[in-house]
């Protein structure tokens, strides 16, 4: 009995992290954004700040028509933001964010395949609406994401393999286990190929050409609205939590800090997350987005050829050390 408890407590605690943590993101986005531009943005929703401003907005989708293209493959077309959505729950399940078992909703042995493998099927969800939705639009986003999946997986796997090399584990708590504050210059340059193939994947400025509203009105997600429409956004701010939380696991030592590793070591986490959150915003706000050409060339000459002279450098180190 004990044990069920324990379980509906980790996915009641999972899933409230899963509901919440995206929507502050959002919130901080809309700020900060607003900051940057000289602006104050949302103010009245809620009181203080326009803090309520994304509940409104998710009110407000909640009430729109749910509208399926007449030329659509409509169980394609409506089971999309579900295969959006869902895979960023199953990751937030296996990421520790403090030491020991109870700080992590379920430890998976081969953690770092699990993560990246389950992020991979996300993307499926933008392919499927891109092709259900029966609308060129559509389908030249559905095919730019493709393409910009094919390109940014595998400097994403070869940067994590480096750590994983350097830990000697594909566990995620085994990795922040082995973790020494050392390992920061050593593995810097697969931290930057790991954020920068993560915000591709996740089609996030400057990497947004799948959704680009200037060309192809907002790509594979262009016939959804009300409810559908609104998961495909709650989509993208789970990614946005996922990516910096594992980039804080993989190369920013998680829960290791100046103090309080044992007790408030989840502390560490989510402050880390957090400044990577930011950034992810501040990068919207900062460049403007890439073409085709450049964010290919960007994938195949740059960020995979560093990937690999990292894991090199790994293999060095170990050998040397060991």
């Not at 943005?41 to 989708?61: C, E, I, R, S």
């Not at 996300?122 to 095919?143: D, E, P, R, Y």
């Not at 973790?179 to 593995?187: K, S, V, Y």
């Not at 609104?230 to 939590?241: D, P, Q, R, T």
Request: charged letters at 10%; a negative charge; glycine letters at 10%.
């Amino acid at each position: 009995m004990n044990d069920v408890l324990d379980v509906a407590l980790r996915l009641l605690i999972v899933f409230a992290v899963f509901m919440v943590v995206p929507l502050v993101v959002g919130q901080a986005e809309h700020k900060v954004m607003a900051h940057m531009q000289g602006r104050l943005g949302p103010m009245y929703a809620g009181g203080f700040h326009g803090w309520a401003q994304l509940v409104a907005d998710g009110v407000k989708f909640a009430q729109k028509e749910d509208v399926v293209p007449a030329e659509a493959d409509r169980r394609i077309f409506q089971m999309a933001p579900a295969v959006a959505l869902l895979p960023y729950l199953l990751v937030i399940v296996a990421i520790p964010i403090g030491p020991g078992e109870g700080a992590v909703g379920q430890v998976v042995d081969a953690g770092i395949f699990f993560v990246l493998a389950v992020m991979g099927v996300g993307v499926l969800g933008s392919l499927m609406a891109g092709w259900a939705s029966a609308n060129k639009f559509s389908l030249l986003g559905g095919l730019r994401t493709a393409a910009q999946l094919l390109a940014y997986e595998l400097p994403m796997l070869l940067a994590a393999a480096s750590v994983a090399m350097a830990a000697g584990t594909v566990s995620l708590p085994g990795i922040l286990n082995a973790f020494e504050w050392w390992w920061l210059p050593w593995q810097i340059v697969g931290a930057l190929v790991f954020f920068v193939a993560g915000l591709a994947e996740l089609q996030r400025p400057p990497f947004d050409m799948p959704v680009a509203d200037s060309e192809i009105i907002f790509g594979a997600y262009t016939e959804y609205t009300g409810l559908r429409f609104a998961l495909f956004l709650l989509a993208e701010y789970a990614g946005i939590v996922v990516l910096c939380g594992l980039t804080t696991v993989l190369f920013l030592g998680g829960w290791h800090g100046p103090f309080g590793a044992d007790g408030l070591g989840w502390v560490w986490t989510l402050l880390k997350t957090g400044v990577l959150a930011f950034v992810v915003i501040w990068l919207r706000v900062t460049y403007p987005r890439l073409r085709e050409d450049q964010l290919q060339k960007l994938a195949w000459t740059t960020l995979i050829p560093l990937a690999l002279a990292q894991i090199a450098l790994t293999g060095i180190v170990k050998v040397a050390i060991n």
